[in-house]
């Protein structure tokens, strides 16, 4: 029970203290830029009807595939722990194989170049 007090007691002030270093640190230095309610480059104030590249779809997609691939891995290291980790490692490792070859599909293809 006081192991248990202690880690409360330990996290929480560990949690203020970075907190408040934080605030004090900071650097507060706003701009036009940083003011303006997007920060992305566009103009809020401007046409909404825009041309939008498909590159930018693009580049989400891709960072939404691979982030889920992450999501998908980070339970491997406990798959140690089953009866039999070569499946679980197999299916792994397929994915990751399907993974790489999308990846080195779409950069053949140019779709990971910006400038055309």
Do not use: H
């Amino acid at each position: 029970m006081n192991i248990l007090i202690f880690m409360m007691v330990l996290s929480m002030t560990l949690s203020i203290a970075l907190t408040a270093l934080n605030f004090w640190l900071a650097q507060m230095s706003p701009d036009s830029e940083k003011l303006s309610p997007y920060e992305c480059g566009f103009d809020p104030l401007g046409s909404a009807r825009l041309p939008f590249s498909i590159r930018f779809f693009l580049v989400a997609i891709l960072f939404l595939l691979f982030d889920l691939e992450i999501a998908l891995l980070l339970p491997l290291p406990w798959a140690t722990q089953l009866q039999n980790p070569t499946v679980t490692l197999i299916w792994a490792s397929t994915l990751i194989l399907i993974l790489t070859l999308g990846l080195v599909y779409e950069w053949a293809q140019g779709g990971l170049e910006w400038a055309e």
